[in-house]
Protein backbone atom coordinates (compact mmCIF):
# COMPACT_ATOMS: atom_id res chain seq x y z
CA UNK A 1 0.00 0.00 0.00
CA UNK A 2 1.29 3.28 -0.91
CA UNK A 3 1.67 5.93 1.58
CA UNK A 4 1.38 8.86 0.63
CA UNK A 5 3.83 11.88 0.51
CA UNK A 6 3.90 14.83 2.92
CA UNK A 7 2.83 17.44 0.17
CA UNK A 8 0.65 15.15 -1.42
CA UNK A 9 -0.81 14.36 1.82
CA UNK A 10 -1.43 17.78 2.09
CA UNK A 11 -3.37 18.23 -0.96
CA UNK A 12 -5.71 15.43 -0.17
CA UNK A 13 -6.63 16.29 3.04
CA UNK A 14 -7.19 20.30 1.50
CA UNK A 15 -9.29 18.66 -1.10
CA UNK A 16 -11.15 16.67 1.50
CA UNK A 17 -11.73 19.77 3.61
CA UNK A 18 -12.88 21.45 0.96
CA UNK A 19 -15.55 19.15 0.06
CA UNK A 20 -16.42 19.03 3.74
CA UNK A 21 -17.61 22.64 3.67
CA UNK A 22 -19.12 22.41 0.71
CA UNK A 23 -21.27 19.90 2.30
CA UNK A 24 -21.80 21.35 5.01
CA UNK A 25 -23.39 24.45 3.66
CA UNK A 26 -25.28 22.71 1.44
CA UNK A 27 -26.35 21.00 4.98
CA UNK A 28 -27.16 24.22 6.65
CA UNK A 29 -29.51 25.18 3.24
CA UNK A 30 -31.73 22.13 3.87
CA UNK A 31 -31.89 22.42 7.17
CA UNK A 32 -33.00 26.63 6.77
CA UNK A 33 -35.11 25.65 3.66
CA UNK A 34 -36.98 22.71 6.06
CA UNK A 35 -37.28 25.02 8.87
CA UNK A 36 -39.37 27.57 6.69
CA UNK A 37 -41.18 24.13 5.50
CA UNK A 38 -42.49 23.32 8.72
CA UNK A 39 -43.13 26.88 9.93
CA UNK A 40 -45.14 26.93 7.01
CA UNK A 41 -46.64 23.39 7.32
CA UNK A 42 -47.51 24.50 10.70
CA UNK A 43 -49.42 27.31 10.15
CA UNK A 44 -52.18 25.58 7.74
CA UNK A 45 -52.12 22.44 9.98
CA UNK A 46 -55.03 22.31 11.47
CA UNK A 47 -55.32 20.52 14.81
CA UNK A 48 -57.21 17.34 13.96
CA UNK A 49 -53.61 17.60 11.22
CA UNK A 50 -51.47 17.61 13.87
CA UNK A 51 -50.93 13.39 13.43
CA UNK A 52 -49.60 14.21 10.21
CA UNK A 53 -46.02 14.23 9.24
CA UNK A 54 -44.23 17.57 8.59
CA UNK A 55 -43.00 18.39 5.23
CA UNK A 56 -39.23 17.50 5.97
CA UNK A 57 -36.69 16.45 3.98
CA UNK A 58 -35.23 13.96 5.80
CA UNK A 59 -34.58 11.72 2.30
CA UNK A 60 -32.02 14.24 1.32
CA UNK A 61 -30.48 15.18 5.29
CA UNK A 62 -29.83 12.24 6.01
CA UNK A 63 -27.54 10.93 3.56
CA UNK A 64 -25.71 14.49 3.61
CA UNK A 65 -25.32 13.85 7.24
CA UNK A 66 -23.81 10.59 6.68
CA UNK A 67 -21.65 11.75 4.10
CA UNK A 68 -19.75 14.33 6.69
CA UNK A 69 -19.82 12.37 9.22
CA UNK A 70 -17.93 10.34 6.79
CA UNK A 71 -15.52 12.98 5.58
CA UNK A 72 -14.62 13.67 8.72
CA UNK A 73 -13.45 10.08 9.56
CA UNK A 74 -11.80 10.20 6.11
CA UNK A 75 -10.19 13.20 6.73
CA UNK A 76 -9.05 11.63 10.38
CA UNK A 77 -7.41 8.33 8.72
CA UNK A 78 -5.68 9.85 5.78
CA UNK A 79 -4.00 12.59 8.95
CA UNK A 80 -3.28 8.81 10.70
CA UNK A 81 -2.52 6.67 8.79
CA UNK A 82 -1.14 8.46 5.70
CA UNK A 83 -2.90 6.11 3.30
CA UNK A 84 -5.79 7.28 0.67
CA UNK A 85 -7.43 5.87 -2.43
CA UNK A 86 -6.78 2.42 -1.56
CA UNK A 87 -9.49 -0.24 -1.50
CA UNK A 88 -9.98 -1.27 2.32
CA UNK A 89 -12.26 -4.53 1.16
CA UNK A 90 -9.67 -7.51 2.37
CA UNK A 91 -7.39 -8.98 0.07
CA UNK A 92 -7.75 -6.34 -2.02
CA UNK A 93 -6.20 -3.00 -2.09
CA UNK A 94 -6.47 -1.79 -5.24
CA UNK A 95 -5.95 1.91 -6.08
CA UNK A 96 -9.21 3.20 -6.11
CA UNK A 97 -9.25 5.16 -9.90
CA UNK A 98 -8.51 9.01 -9.39
CA UNK A 99 -12.00 9.78 -11.38
CA UNK A 100 -14.23 8.09 -8.61
CA UNK A 101 -12.06 9.60 -6.17
CA UNK A 102 -13.38 12.54 -7.62
CA UNK A 103 -16.81 11.69 -7.71
CA UNK A 104 -17.24 10.48 -4.77
CA UNK A 105 -14.12 11.37 -2.21
CA UNK A 106 -15.24 9.37 0.35
CA UNK A 107 -15.13 6.11 -1.58
CA UNK A 108 -13.68 3.27 0.59
CA UNK A 109 -13.83 0.42 -1.87
CA UNK A 110 -12.94 0.31 -5.55
CA UNK A 111 -15.80 -0.39 -7.97
CA UNK A 112 -15.45 -3.86 -7.95
CA UNK A 113 -14.88 -4.65 -4.43
CA UNK A 114 -18.24 -1.66 -3.99
CA UNK A 115 -20.24 -3.44 -6.13
CA UNK A 116 -19.36 -7.19 -4.71
CA UNK A 117 -20.59 -4.98 -1.36
CA UNK A 118 -23.92 -3.49 -2.80
CA UNK A 119 -24.70 -7.04 -4.18
CA UNK A 120 -24.59 -8.29 -0.64
CA UNK A 121 -26.56 -5.79 1.07
CA UNK A 122 -28.96 -6.26 -1.02
CA UNK A 123 -29.31 -9.84 0.34
CA UNK A 124 -29.28 -9.15 3.81
CA UNK A 125 -31.79 -6.35 3.69
CA UNK A 126 -33.71 -9.06 1.79
CA UNK A 127 -33.35 -11.46 4.30
CA UNK A 128 -33.73 -9.59 7.47
CA UNK A 129 -36.95 -7.77 5.97
CA UNK A 130 -38.43 -11.55 6.01
CA UNK A 131 -37.42 -12.19 9.08
CA UNK A 132 -39.56 -9.39 10.44
CA UNK A 133 -38.63 -5.67 12.13
CA UNK A 134 -35.55 -6.85 13.91
CA UNK A 135 -33.70 -3.42 12.95
CA UNK A 136 -36.28 -2.25 15.48
CA UNK A 137 -37.39 0.36 12.77
CA UNK A 138 -40.89 0.10 12.16
CA UNK A 139 -41.11 3.01 10.17
CA UNK A 140 -43.48 6.27 10.54
CA UNK A 141 -46.79 6.03 12.18
CA UNK A 142 -49.64 6.61 10.06
ZN1 LIG B 1 -11.23 -3.57 -4.10
Redesign the pocket.
Known sequence: MAKLDENKKKNVIEGLKNYLKEKEAELKLLYAKTRIDLKNSQKIMKPEDSLSLPNVDLPRINPLEETIKELKKTILRVEKTEEYGT?E?KD???EIPEDRLKINPIAK??L??QKKRDKKDKEKRKIAGMSGTRTGYSGPIY
Open positions: CECGEFCEC
